[in-house]
């Protein structure tokens, strides 16, 4: 304990420093990677070229931020990613920053430790997804909220409801911001008056971004909510043991994004905090109200139907920072030097995937993991083959693909020129952003 104690004292000592060399490996990894874009990355590059209020189903943060990079820097593999960098590093800084507010500077370097030593960080700052700018907007949020709650700070409401605003244009999930706010305000007495007049300044931010995500479905025939209400509504009747296989798989995909040893802790804070939720302090209340019970929800909901593994990763954030106080009192003093150990252990690995992959002829086979990275450049560049033995002229022409959505977006990005390449859907449905209006090649009538 003494030892990790002297650890944890210096690199408190060098916090300055910390993060920016975590963003330097970081931006060093993904701009040395040779892993292409995954469907979803080509996919919100493809709508930030078409930019708009929302979209068919996310709000538009994720695209808004790969147009402005790609707009300075160019439309480069590792340009699409380096917002993830940039959120990422930002997110680091206010998850500290929360934790020291909280339960002091040990606390906050033990947070930074948990949450470097998490593989699901190390995707989190690689692909350029919905996730990274969530994560780091729905920090800044419990910052604020933080400030304002319990440092009586009247101006930090309006930067807690900008930045919920924030991560509500990142994901529709962000709605849950002021929803657990309203609970927290509700179960504290001392700080119920707060919903008279504060929690209205929080709450127009947010209200604005409803209103402007309302008025483009009400336009295009509420094709987000129908999509969101998608992953809610069982396709197909489910047995108990197909419930218990989706609640197993969750667990599972819990178990590698965290690591082991980190997911069991924080699975024990949440129950620690249900069992003894009246007991808790103001602050340690609002922590569990916006993560653990939410995780807790998301478990349950995984037992009902299937359920993405990355839902709860937002709600690991004041998981992360309860632990780290929990810690400080005494509790998971044998567990944590090991947990940390093994999910560096796991952090490394991932990052090593890659090149241990190449430097073992391993990449390609069925043993790798990444081969949903490596198919849309080869695949363009013979696509392109094609295209310049029919001698038409390329920059002129534009490209229609029938299939998944990712098929025309990966050809977008990697074809020569970055055509305009639209999607024929054989339902007639609407299943995509590429069935909306101005996806449609109708005014290219002629060309080829």
Request: charged share 15%.
């Given at each position: 304990?003494?030892?990790?104690?002297?650890?944890?004292?210096?690199?408190?000592?060098?916090?300055?420093?910390?993060?920016?060399?975590?963003?330097?490996?970081?931006l060093?990894?993904?701009?040395?990677?040779?892993?292409?874009?995954?469907?979803?990355?080509?996919?919100y590059?493809?709508?930030?070229?078409?930019?708009?209020?929302?979209?068919?189903?996310?709000?538009?943060?994720?695209?808004?931020?790969?147009?402005?990079?790609?707009?300075?820097?160019?439309?480069?593999?590792?340009?699409?990613?380096?917002?993830?960098?940039?959120?990422?590093?930002?997110?680091?800084?206010?998850?500290?920053?929360?934790?020291?507010g909280?339960f002091g500077?040990?606390?906050?370097?033990?947070?930074?430790?948990?949450?470097?030593?998490?593989?699901?960080?190390?995707?989190?700052?690689?692909?350029?997804?919905?996730?990274?700018?969530?994560?780091?907007?729905?920090?800044?949020?419990?910052?604020?909220?933080?400030?304002?709650?319990?440092?009586?700070?009247?101006?930090?409401?309006?930067?807690?409801?900008?930045?919920?605003?924030?991560?509500?244009?990142?994901?529709?999930?962000?709605?849950?911001?002021?929803?657990?706010?309203?609970?927290?305000?509700?179960?504290d007495?001392?700080?119920?008056h707060?919903?008279?007049?504060?929690f209205?300044?929080f709450?127009?931010?947010?209200?604005?971004?409803?209103?402007?995500?309302?008025?483009?479905?009400?336009?295009h025939d509420?094709?987000?909510?129908?999509?969101?209400?998608?992953?809610?509504?069982?396709?197909?009747?489910?047995?108990?043991?197909?419930?218990?296989?989706h609640?197993?798989?969750?667990?599972?995909?819990?178990?590698?994004?965290?690591?082991?040893?980190?997911?069991?802790?924080?699975?024990?804070?949440?129950?620690?905090?249900?069992?003894?939720?009246?007991?808790?302090?103001?602050?340690?209340?609002?922590?569990?109200?916006?993560?653990?019970?939410?995780?807790?929800?998301?478990?349950?909901?995984?037992?009902?139907?299937?359920?993405?593994?990355?839902?709860?990763?937002?709600?690991?954030l004041?998981?992360?920072?309860?632990?780290?106080?929990?810690?400080?009192?005494?509790h998971?003093?044998?567990?944590?030097?090991?947990?940390?150990?093994?999910?560096?252990?796991?952090?490394?690995?991932?990052?090593?995937?890659?090149?241990?992959?190449?430097?073992?002829?391993?990449?390609?086979?069925?043993?790798?993991?990444?081969?949903?990275?490596?198919?849309?450049?080869?695949?363009?560049?013979?696509?392109?083959?094609?295209?310049?033995?029919?001698?038409?002229?390329?920059?002129?022409?534009?490209?229609?693909?029938?299939?998944?959505?990712?098929?025309?977006?990966?050809?977008?990005?990697?074809?020569?020129?970055?055509?305009?390449?639209?999607?024929?859907?054989?339902?007639?449905?609407?299943?995509?952003?590429?069935?909306?209006g101005?996806?449609?090649?109708?005014?290219?009538?002629?060309?080829?």
């Amino acid at each position: 304990m003494f030892y990790f104690d002297q650890l944890l004292h210096g690199i408190e000592r060098r916090s300055l420093w910390l993060i920016p060399a975590v963003a330097l490996l970081r931006l060093v990894f993904v701009a040395s990677s040779e892993l292409d874009l995954i469907g979803d990355e080509a996919y919100y590059w493809e709508w930030s070229r078409r930019p708009d209020w929302c979209y068919f189903s996310k709000p538009p943060m994720v695209a808004w931020l790969i147009g402005g990079f790609t707009w300075l820097l160019g439309d480069e593999t590792w340009v699409v990613r380096l917002p993830a960098v940039v959120l990422g590093a930002v997110s680091l800084w206010f998850l500290q920053a929360t934790a020291r507010g909280f339960f002091g500077p040990r606390a906050s370097v033990l947070c930074l430790l948990l949450i470097l030593a998490t593989p699901a960080q190390v995707l989190a700052n690689f692909l350029m997804t919905i996730d990274p700018p969530l994560y780091c907007f729905w920090i800044m949020t419990l910052y604020f909220l933080r400030r304002a709650l319990f440092a009586d700070d009247s101006r930090a409401w309006w930067w807690a409801g900008f930045s919920a605003a924030a991560a509500l244009l990142s994901k529709q999930a962000a709605l849950l911001l002021p929803l657990m706010l309203a609970v927290f305000l509700l179960l504290d007495a001392q700080r119920r008056h707060y919903l008279r007049r504060e929690f209205c300044w929080f709450l127009l931010p947010v209200v604005l971004v409803v209103v402007q995500i309302v008025v483009w479905n009400h336009a295009h025939d509420w094709v987000m909510f129908g999509h969101s209400k998608s992953h809610f509504t069982p396709h197909d009747a489910i047995d108990g043991w197909q419930r218990l296989k989706h609640g197993l798989e969750f667990i599972a995909y819990q178990l590698l994004l965290l690591s082991p040893l980190i997911w069991l802790m924080t699975l024990g804070v949440t129950l620690q905090g249900l069992v003894q939720f009246k007991t808790l302090s103001a602050e340690r209340r609002f922590l569990w109200l916006f993560g653990p019970v939410l995780i807790l929800a998301v478990i349950a909901l995984s037992l009902l139907q299937k359920v993405q593994g990355n839902w709860p990763m937002p709600f690991y954030l004041s998981a992360l920072i309860l632990l780290a106080g929990d810690w400080l009192d005494g509790h998971w003093s044998r567990l944590m030097k090991p947990a940390l150990a093994f999910g560096a252990m796991l952090v490394v690995i991932t990052y090593a995937l890659p090149l241990a992959l190449k430097l073992l002829h391993l990449q390609g086979t069925p043993l790798d993991p990444t081969k949903r990275f490596n198919q849309w450049r080869t695949m363009a560049a013979s696509i392109d083959a094609g295209r310049r033995k029919t001698g038409v002229d390329l920059a002129d022409s534009f490209v229609i693909a029938t299939g998944h959505r990712y098929l025309a977006s990966g050809l977008a990005f990697y074809l020569a020129g970055h055509p305009p390449v639209f999607r024929f859907e054989t339902s007639g449905m609407v299943q995509s952003q590429y069935e909306l209006g101005y996806f449609c090649p109708s005014p290219r009538k002629g060309k080829n």
